[in-house]
């Protein structure tokens, strides 16, 4: 997860070169069903055609879908979703019944004048419809890649792209994902990553963002049941989250980093502790079974 600009699509796709494992974008799925027609894809068409953007369950079904296939067995990145709580929850029930639940929440932090300045610096070609960044990916010139016969790039600033507009949709982005943080803040899944700095040094974060996440799911596991017993004796107070405005950027980072200090519910607690001990028993299980085989073989 992480703003427009964050650099989260830059640092997938050196994931999947890495791991050969997809990176899946919702949008692009959903464009390649409408195009190819399929059923899926004419489901879409029919609601767009209303005006309407494409209800979760539709997602949810796309995902699944694309997650069936036979080049996401090892994993997946997924890309663009989920934007709302409903989807999160919706997303934890699909990956459940399919028996990959999710690894790790990874959110890409980067300050707000630091997101403007690389937003804004964004050049797209009329011609070719490539997308350059004046700052840290001008293009070529002359241009070997635009289209046959033209050895320019035409390069103009989208209106999305303009200082202007862009700070707008950060406010939006950060307002309409703060749930869904607290929902990974809470659940313990969330992993937040600074993603100012070289490509290198963001990808050795984020790799090291996700060991830390499945390592602390095995340290964890006995202090979890102690935290759920006390949030239990406390009657479930709702925080006026919606309420209290403090400066944005602040929040998203302080719930991102301290997620341990956080209030959780006693249903999102219960549920952590259940998953927690499954997977400590599975754990166990594979232990018990090599040992066994070692024994064996003596
Ligand atoms: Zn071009």
Do not use: W
């Amino acid at each position: 997860m992480g703003a427009p600009g964050s650099g989260k699509g830059t640092q997938a796709q050196r994931l999947v070169t890495q791991f050969g494992i997809p990176q899946i974008s919702t949008g692009d799925i959903l464009r390649k069903h409408r195009k190819e027609g399929t059923e899926l894809g004419k489901r879409a068409d029919a609601i767009m055609a209303k005006g309407l953007l494409v209800d979760d369950a539709t997602m949810l079904d796309i995902i699944r879908d694309r997650v069936a296939q036979p080049d996401a067995q090892d994993g997946f990145i997924l890309d663009g979703f989920p934007r709302t709580q409903p989807q999160a929850e919706g997303l934890a029930a699909l990956m459940t019944e399919l028996g990959t639940p999710i690894d790790s929440v990874v959110l890409f932090d980067v300050g707000t004048p630091e997101l403007v300045r690389r937003i804004s610096g964004r050049r797209t070609c009329s011609l070719c419809d490539k997308v350059f960044n004046v700052y840290s990916a001008p293009p070529a010139s002359p241009a070997t890649d635009c289209v046959a016969g033209s050895s320019e790039h035409q390069l103009f600033q989208r209106k999305d792209d303009e200082e202007a507009t862009v700070t707008e949709r950060l406010r939006v982005y950060e307002e309409n994902t703060r749930p869904v943080l607290s929902y990974y803040s809470n659940n313990g899944l969330l992993r937040t990553v600074t993603a100012e700095g070289s490509l290198e040094e963001i990808t050795k974060r984020v790799l090291a963002a996700i060991q830390e996440g499945t390592a602390v799911v095995g340290q964890a596991a006995p202090a979890k049941p102690a935290r759920a017993a006390a949030a239990r004796k406390r009657p479930a107070k709702r925080r006026p989250a919606a309420k209290k405005k403090p400066a944005r950027a602040k929040v998203v980072r302080r719930k991102a980093t301290k997620p341990a200090r956080k209030k959780s519910r006693p249903a999102a607690a219960r549920k952590r502790v259940v998953r927690t001990l499954r997977k400590v028993a599975r754990k166990v299980a594979r232990v018990v079974r090599r040992v066994r085989r070692k024994s064996k073989r003596r």
